[in-house]
């Protein structure tokens, strides 16, 4: 059974900075793509930033600049460091693991708070 433990989230000033950390357990198949989601209050879940088996990465463009994905293949980890936080980077934020046939993975969810 895949398992997806995050950690890293918390309350953060504006300008700060948070490292989360999801690892990946429970794994029997290639992982094509890890990364990260959030969701604020009242609005949808949305893509953050993304690193694919190859190494390559997708951003929303509102983090760019300030966010970096990484990810270590050895571990099945996924890290999402965020940096210049702003209060609109509130959310919860979510990491998911996904494969071409079996779908999505999603792990429980850390929060983030940024105050102004």
């Known amino acids: 059974q895949v398992q997806l433990a995050e950690s890293g989230g918390g309350f953060v000033q504006a300008g700060g900075s948070l490292k989360l950390s999801c690892a990946a357990s429970?794994?029997?198949?290639?992982?094509?793509?890890m990364g990260w989601h959030r969701q604020a209050p009242g609005k949808q879940r949305e893509l953050v930033a993304e690193?694919?088996?190859?190494?390559?990465?997708n951003y929303d463009d509102s983090v760019k600049g300030r966010f970096t994905v990484s990810r270590d293949n050895a571990k099945n980890t996924v890290y999402l460091q965020m940096n210049n936080l702003k209060p609109e980077d509130t959310a919860v934020y979510y990491c998911?693991?996904?494969?071409?046939?079996?779908?999505?993975?999603w792990g429980q969810g850390t929060p983030v708070t940024v105050s102004s």
């Open positions: 998911k693991l996904w494969n071409i046939y079996r779908g999505n993975y």
């Open positions: 429970g794994i029997g198949f290639v992982v094509d793509a």
């Open positions: 690193i694919r088996r190859g190494g390559s990465t």
